[in-house]
């Protein structure tokens, strides 16, 4: 019979007995000290460029990136260059709804992510990341006209605020940005997409440029707007992110040079955008013909302009905030060449799918 009980056999007995505990002890001080490592191990960041994560313990964050210890080293993250996070222990509502958001279903993400009990996250990063979620959520509902913008304002200044060494600092920053735009404030769009010229990636240096230039463009700053443009089309780009970046920037140079009246010259640049089109890419797509659109409008040709809205009102319909625009020109458009039940079609579409949108 095992028994550790310590008798009076003699210390030898004595002796043995006591080893046992201690070894015994030992063991099972190893495992739990195992257990923590293994869980320490158990953070795993993505990057932009690949779909395997690399593990470790994450140990600090700032708003310019993570550090990862992983074994006896420490990797860097920039900020820019992480896609997501995963925490070990984290909830299954932030890990569905993290996903979720990720791929631009807003609507379940927030389903998923408002089960959470954040007060019950019990690390901060975690809690951060719902928060952020939530954040992302609701600006970018609310800026394809399904959601309060003000609100959606409200719940991404207190993120920056009480959220200022996230590793989503810059994120939230051109969701700001992007708000500010949507509710006819270009100058303020302009200082939120400023900051990010201090993020650690190039591609958000060069994203910061080309929104700058964006907000000129509302504005009628059609030179100065062509100058931010040419700064982007002019780099040698070395990621398909800044590449992408270009070709954006070309088509707000179209835009720009038909508003400066170099009508053909828009046309012109941005039908070569269109010849090589890559139609799976929904955003980019939709945005090229959108700014076709506006190039039609600002030479005056109302008919070219309604047939460049109504490719992305019928085959980019998936990218809300582009197809609400295109929708928007369609409801001023369509009476001008003698069709205004067309008109009212694309009103009742515009207010059913986008009730805030222009609001």
Same mark, same amino acid.
């Given at each position: 019979?095992?028994?550790?009980?310590?008798?009076?056999? /003699?210390?030898?007995?004595?002796?043995?007995?006591? &080893?046992?505990?201690?070894?015994?002890?030992?063991?099972?001080?190893?495992?739990?000290?195992?257990?923590?490592?293994?869980?320490?191990?158990?953070?795993?960041?993505?990057?932009?460029?690949?779909?395997?994560?690399?593990?470790?313990?994450?140990?600090?964050?700032?708003?310019? /990136?993570?550090?990862? *210890?992983?074994? /006896?080293? %420490?990797?860097?993250?920039?900020?820019?260059? #992480?896609?997501?996070?995963?925490?070990?222990?984290?909830?299954?509502?932030?890990? *569905?709804?993290?996903?979720?958001?990720?791929?631009?279903?807003?609507?379940?993400?927030?389903?998923?992510?408002?089960?959470?009990?954040?007060? *019950?996250?019990?690390?901060?990063?975690?809690?951060?990341?719902?928060?952020?979620?939530?954040?992302?959520?609701?600006?970018?509902?609310?800026?394809?006209?399904?959601?309060?913008?003000?609100?959606? %304002? *409200?719940?991404?200044?207190?993120?920056?605020? &009480?959220?200022?060494?996230?590793?989503?600092?810059?994120?939230? $920053?051109?969701?700001?940005?992007?708000? =500010?735009?949507?509710?006819?404030?270009?100058?303020?769009?302009?200082?939120?997409?400023?900051?990010?010229?201090?993020?650690?990636?190039?591609?958000?240096? #060069?994203?910061?440029?080309?929104?700058?230039?964006?907000?000129?463009?509302?504005?009628?700053?059609?030179?100065?707007?062509?100058?931010?443009?040419?700064? #982007?089309?002019? #780099?040698?780009?070395?990621?398909?992110?800044?590449?992408?970046?270009?070709?954006?920037?070309?088509?707000?140079?179209?835009?720009?040079?038909?508003?400066?009246?170099?009508?053909?010259?828009?046309?012109?640049? %941005?039908?070569?955008?269109?010849?090589?089109?890559?139609?799976?890419?929904?955003?980019? =797509? $939709?945005?090229?013909?959108?700014?076709?659109?506006?190039?039609? %409008?600002?030479?005056?040709?109302?008919?070219?302009?309604?047939?460049?809205?109504?490719?992305?009102?019928?085959?980019?319909?998936?990218?809300?905030?582009?197809?609400?625009?295109?929708?928007?020109?369609?409801?001023?458009?369509?009476?001008?060449?003698?069709?205004?039940?067309?008109?009212?079609?694309?009103?009742?579409?515009?207010?059913?799918?986008?009730? /805030?949108?222009?609001?």
């Amino acid at each position: 019979m095992n028994d550790l009980r310590l008798t009076d056999s /003699g210390p030898t007995d004595r002796l043995f007995c006591i &080893q046992r505990i201690a070894t015994i002890t030992l063991a099972v001080a190893c495992c739990f000290v195992s257990a923590r490592q293994a869980h320490a191990q158990n953070d795993q960041v993505y990057v932009q460029s690949s779909t395997k994560s690399q593990r470790g313990q994450i140990e600090t964050v700032t708003k310019n /990136g993570i550090e990862l *210890k992983m074994g /006896g080293n %420490v990797k860097k993250f920039p900020a820019g260059d #992480i896609a997501k996070i995963l925490l070990q222990g984290d909830p299954s509502g932030l890990t *569905k709804g993290r996903e979720f958001a990720l791929d631009g279903q807003y609507d379940q993400a927030l389903e998923e992510l408002e089960k959470i009990d954040i007060s *019950k996250i019990k690390r901060d990063l975690g809690k951060t990341d719902a928060v952020f979620y939530m954040t992302l959520c609701k600006a970018k509902m609310a800026l394809a006209g399904r959601g309060d913008k003000g609100e959606a %304002v *409200k719940m991404a200044m207190s993120f920056v605020q &009480q959220n200022g060494d996230s590793w989503h600092f810059y994120d939230v $920053a051109k969701l700001l940005g992007d708000l =500010a735009l949507a509710m006819n404030n270009p100058q303020q769009a302009a200082r939120f997409y400023g900051s990010l010229r201090n993020a650690p990636t190039t591609e958000m240096k #060069i994203d910061s440029v080309y929104l700058v230039g964006l907000t000129m463009l509302a504005q009628g700053q059609n030179s100065e707007a062509l100058a931010e443009f040419d700064k #982007i089309i002019g #780099i040698k780009a070395a990621t398909p992110g800044a590449v992408r970046l270009q070709t954006l920037s070309k088509a707000g140079k179209a835009v720009a040079l038909a508003k400066s009246g170099q009508g053909a010259e828009g046309l012109s640049l %941005v039908s070569s955008l269109i010849e090589t089109l890559n139609p799976t890419d929904v955003e980019m =797509a $939709a945005r090229i013909y959108n700014a076709q659109g506006d190039c039609y %409008v600002a030479s005056g040709d109302k008919e070219g302009a309604i047939m460049a809205y109504l490719h992305t009102h019928l085959m980019f319909s998936t990218e809300p905030g582009a197809h609400a625009e295109a929708l928007s020109h369609l409801v001023e458009l369509w009476p001008t060449v003698g069709k205004p039940e067309r008109a009212a079609e694309a009103r009742q579409e515009l207010q059913n799918r986008y009730p /805030g949108y222009g609001k």
